[in-house]
């Protein structure tokens, strides 16, 4: 499995605190079935230079050679959607086109669509993250739809789906996935005691509602097109 969204780095942000703490999370990733990461490290209010990101990723492999274990790390970030595109740019998956946006936790902005066309514009391909945990979506899932509509792609927690969030984002995930409006699921870890980069569960959930094989290109498929770059039709 792929996990296109995960607080890896140590020392970067609210996830790693440290080089230890990384591996740790790297062992639970790898027992769930991960094999590769995207490490997406917060460019919000504080912007992490690129060149420190390539460096953080270089230590960690690094140090997973030296464990022996087996799980790439690659480079990308979780983009706040108010930076401008000449920043935002900087932080695309593994070098492609494709990007998480991240809209404020507390509420849809008035402008998600105008960013959205900004960003394409700019030769972006935008991938939202989150929807279920966002008030204004919460309340009325139909708003993501519009954001479909306008080119963006969705990805949802795997750990809301197994509950973890509470009742109301779980509802919402599930509704969004049997929707069709979800194209990949990621684990948002940002620890190896709380919030985990596991995709399993989460997985399962998802083929209860979907199916096996639609819910398993939500975490092997859908990311694999992403970190090649390849056109993804949804």
Same mark, same amino acid.
């Not at 296109?4 to 790693?16: K, N, R």
């Not at 695309?92 to 990007?99: A, H, K, L, S």
């Given at each position: 499995?792929?996990?296109?969204?995960?607080?890896?780095? #140590?020392?970067?942000?609210?996830?790693? &605190? &440290?080089?230890?703490?990384?591996?740790?999370?790297?062992?639970? +990733? /790898? =027992?769930?079935?991960?094999?590769?990461?995207?490490?997406?490290?917060?460019?919000?209010?504080?912007? #992490?230079?690129?060149?420190?990101? +390539?460096?953080?990723?270089?230590?960690?492999?690094?140090?997973?050679?030296?464990?022996? !274990?087996? !799980?790439?790390?690659? &480079?990308? *970030?979780?983009? +706040?959607? /108010?930076? #401008?595109?000449?920043?935002?740019?900087?932080?695309?998956?593994?070098?492609?086109?494709?990007?998480? !946006?991240?809209?404020?936790?507390?509420?849809?902005?008035?402008?998600?669509?105008?960013?959205?066309? $900004?960003?394409?514009?700019? *030769?972006?391909?935008?991938?939202?993250?989150?929807? $279920?945990?966002?008030?204004s979506?919460?309340?009325?899932? $139909?708003?993501?739809?519009?954001? /479909?509509?306008? *080119?963006?792609?969705?990805?949802?927690?795997?750990?809301?789906?197994?509950?973890?969030?509470? /009742?109301?984002?779980?509802?919402? =995930?599930?509704?969004?996935? &049997?929707s069709?409006?979800?194209?990949? !699921? +990621?684990?948002?870890?940002h620890?190896?005691?709380?919030r985990l980069?596991?995709?399993s569960?989460?997985?399962?959930?998802? *083929?209860?509602?979907?199916?096996? $094989? =639609?819910?398993?290109?939500?975490?092997e498929?859908?990311?694999?097109?992403?970190?090649s770059?390849?056109?993804?039709?949804?």
């Amino acid at each position: 499995m792929i996990d296109l969204h995960c607080h890896i780095l #140590p020392s970067m942000d609210d996830g790693s &605190s &440290s080089m230890e703490e990384s591996l740790a999370m790297a062992r639970v +990733a /790898v =027992a769930d079935g991960i094999r590769t990461i995207v490490a997406t490290p917060h460019v919000k209010n504080d912007i #992490p230079a690129p060149d420190l990101i +390539a460096e953080k990723i270089d230590a960690l492999t690094s140090s997973l050679r030296q464990e022996g !274990l087996c !799980l790439d790390i690659l &480079s990308g *970030g979780d983009v +706040a959607s /108010v930076l #401008p595109v000449d920043i935002v740019s900087r932080y695309t998956i593994n070098r492609t086109d494709y990007i998480l !946006l991240e809209f404020p936790h507390s509420h849809l902005p008035a402008n998600a669509e105008q960013t959205i066309f $900004e960003w394409q514009l700019a *030769g972006l391909r935008p991938i939202i993250t989150h929807p $279920e945990r966002n008030p204004s979506i919460l309340k009325h899932p $139909e708003n993501l739809i519009r954001l /479909v509509e306008a *080119g963006a792609l969705v990805q949802v927690t795997a750990s809301s789906l197994a509950g973890d969030f509470g /009742v109301d984002p779980k509802a919402c =995930a599930c509704h969004l996935i &049997s929707s069709g409006l979800v194209h990949f !699921l +990621a684990s948002d870890g940002h620890s190896s005691q709380y919030r985990l980069p596991r995709l399993s569960e989460g997985l399962r959930v998802a *083929g209860q509602l979907i199916g096996k $094989e =639609a819910a398993t290109k939500l975490v092997e498929d859908n990311p694999a097109a992403v970190i090649s770059g390849r056109r993804l039709d949804v």
